[in-house]
Nanobody, 123 residues
Framework: VQLQASGGGLVQAGGSLRLSCAAS????????LAWFRQAPGKEREFVAA????????HYADSVKGRFTISRDNAKNTVYLQMNSLKPEDTAVYYC?????????????????WGQGTLVTVSS
């Protein structure tokens, strides 16, 4: 599976952005998909995940209620809708995938990664 993230950009605090991650390959519906982010000088952190089975979602506490992960299996694409953005959301955002994953918040549990897209939130 190859992942291609897009949709990043510069936005003012309180604004919104939608990230997309298009996947190549087959059996997209059997992959758990997730978003991670890495801010300058910080370690990569979990943002959200969408489990392939039961369609359950998981969020980091820092984004709960503001971000929404969703997927379109027909388009092989996962999205991250980000609302009420804050300057501390500034980071490079990465999409990740794991075949038959379980919505883990641990990066090592994901086998495939996109190249990242930069989100900058100005105050």
């Amino acid at each position: 599976v190859q992942l291609q993230a897009s949709g990043g950009g510069l936005v003012q605090a309180g604004g919104s952005l939608r990230l997309s991650c298009a996947a190549s390959g087959r059996s997209f519906s059997t992959y758990t998909l997730a978003w991670f982010r890495q801010a300058p000088g910080k370690e990569r952190e979990f943002v959200a995940a969408d489990s392939w089975s039961a369609s359950t979602t998981h969020y980091a506490d820092s984004v709960k209620g503001r971000f929404t992960i969703s997927r379109d299996n027909a388009k092989n694409t996962v999205y991250l809708q980000m609302n009420s953005l804050k300057p501390e959301d500034t980071a490079v955002y990465y999409c990740a995938a794991a075949r038959y994953g379980f919505g883990s918040a641990v990066g090592a549990d994901y086998d495939y990664w996109g190249q990242g897209t930069l989100v900058t939130v100005s105050s």
